[in-house]
C-alpha cells in the first residue's frame, strides 16, 4: 500500500521535528577564501539546513556531528592532494 502525499508530508516533518528537538551544541563555520559563500548547507535524511558562515550559531547535535565529520574529510582530502602535487 503506497503513502500518500499527506502520510509522507507529515513523516517529514517528524523527521525535522526530532532532529530540531536534539540538544543543541556551538558550531562556528570559518570563512573559506576558496569558497566565499555566506551559507553552508547540511541535509539530513532529507532534512536541508542552511548554516551561516563566521557566526556562532547553536545547531542540534547531529546537524554539528554531520557538518564537523563533512570539514575534517575535506581537510583531509585537501591535504592529501597537496601532498600529490609536491615535486
Given at each position: 500500500?503506497?503513502?500518500?502525499?499527506?502520510?509522507?508530508?507529515?513523516?517529514?516533518?517528524?523527521?525535522?521535528?526530532?532532529?530540531?528537538?536534539?540538544?543543541?551544541?556551538k558550531?562556528?563555520?570559518?570563512h573559506?577564501?576558496?569558497?566565499?559563500?555566506?551559507?553552508?548547507t547540511?541535509?539530513?535524511?532529507?532534512?536541508e539546513?542552511?548554516?551561516?558562515?563566521?557566526?556562532?550559531?547553536?545547531?542540534p547535535?547531529?546537524?554539528?556531528e554531520?557538518?564537523?565529520?563533512?570539514?575534517?574529510?575535506?581537510v583531509?582530502?585537501?591535504?592529501?592532494?597537496?601532498?600529490?602535487?609536491?615535486?
Amino acid at each position: 500500500m503506497s503513502k500518500t502525499q499527506k502520510e509522507v508530508e507529515k513523516e517529514l516533518l517528524s523527521d525535522r521535528d526530532a532532529i530540531l528537538a536534539q540538544p543543541k551544541v556551538k558550531l562556528f563555520i570559518p570563512h573559506d577564501r576558496s569558497n566565499p559563500a555566506k551559507h553552508r548547507t547540511v541535509i539530513i535524511n532529507g532534512q536541508e539546513f542552511i548554516l551561516a558562515v563566521g557566526k556562532q550559531l547553536e545547531v542540534p547535535e547531529v546537524v554539528a556531528e554531520v557538518w564537523n565529520d563533512s570539514y575534517s574529510r575535506t581537510v583531509e582530502a585537501e591535504f592529501n592532494m597537496e601532498k600529490f602535487n609536491e615535486v
